[in-house]
């Protein structure tokens, strides 16, 4: 396609799902959660029809000679859909927000003010890799009422394009628009221009997929992005921390799992508890083959761990970096006020975490850091919508307007003012 006829192409994807996002904003709680049952059942009757579009993107994939991790990241196994095919379930069994009123009260005027949730209205979607995202994004979709308009990565689009064809054929079996749910079916980076640049048709973009992605969307896009470019999370053990507990939760903040946005990053710890915690620690760490960037003070307590730890200094840009690696920065603060501080400085204000008994610190420690998901005695990685209970996540915003955090179901509506008289009149 050239730039004319892609231009041409957006903006009829536009059309389309401006007209399709009325009428799920009407649609039934009944009819939308029986297109994700209906999708739901579809995912798991797509044998070989499915199979044969993932096993293009995979043969693709490995003849360009893209690294084993991205190819795995295509590949569509029966565990993979069954997941999909259960969010789906899941979300349907969840209550419907859309239509709800809150904060309803009257006002002296005799006139009762609240606000009802409402869609937002069509939103975009740009994501790599994963094909499986096709699937988050639209149940989201159809669950908050919304239209999407979906660009996966070129790697992944016949996979893609067999995914999306499901959920039009879930969308139609009952009684709702095909086109609520459109996939950009060129590969052409183009598309991507256009997608972000028609205010007219979209009401907000989601990038997920890498920071230099979700950089070029930011920076080019005309109409809002929900996003967040760096998952730097920090957590930060109190000198009245349970020890033993503080062990346990740290690790599997760093270690569970190396490359999501949530693992841990950054590791504060109070002078007060330094010489008791750190070598307890380090020798889990080191264990596990995770090098620990570190400031002077946290070195030198380190320095009698048995084996060949992995230990370096620590320069200026480790306190801001999200190593998604088996890498930690680690630091002695005197105490909560330097740990705020730091935090509120170097973070990428994504999530943070203190570990204390100390309820006054854990109360400060909630107030006063700027980041989306704030978390007391516990590992950052619940930072999830699946583990916050939203059913499922469209992505994670550290945006202060509209969404914060996971961005399930309520981050994919607005409220508006609904005024509920009797004939008042303004005096």
Partial sequence: MNAFNVAEYMQALGLQARAASAQMAKASARAKNTALRALARRLREAGEPLAQANALDLARAEAAGLAAP????????????????????????????IGDIVGLKEQPSGIRVGQMRVPIGVFGMIYESRPNVTIEAASLAIKSGNAAILRGGSEAIDSNKALAQMVRAALAEAGLPEDAVQLVATTDREAVGQLIAMPAFVDVIIPRGGKGLIERISASAKVPVIKHLDGNCHT?????????????????????????????????????????????????????GVEMRCDAEAAALLEGLAGQPRIVPASEQDWFEEYLAPVISIKVVAGLDEAIAHINHYSSHHTDAILTRDHVNAQRFLREVDSASVMVNASTRFADGFEYGLGAEIGISTDKFHARGPVGIEGLTSLKYVVLGQGEIRS
């Fill in 70 to 97: 991205m190819v795995d990241r295509l590949r569509l196994t029966p565990k993979v859909i069954e997941t999909v095919a259960q969010g789906c379930e899941q979300l349907a069994a969840m209550p419907d927000v």
């Fill in 236 to 288: 930060y053990v109190d000198d009245t921390a349970d020890l033993d507990m503080a062990v346990v939760v740290v690790d599997n903040a760093k270690t569970q799992k190396y490359s999501p946005c949530n693992a841990t990053e950054g590791l504060l710890v109070a002078r007060g508890v330094a010489a008791a915690f750190l070598p307890r620690i380090g020798a889990v760490f080191a264990a596990k």
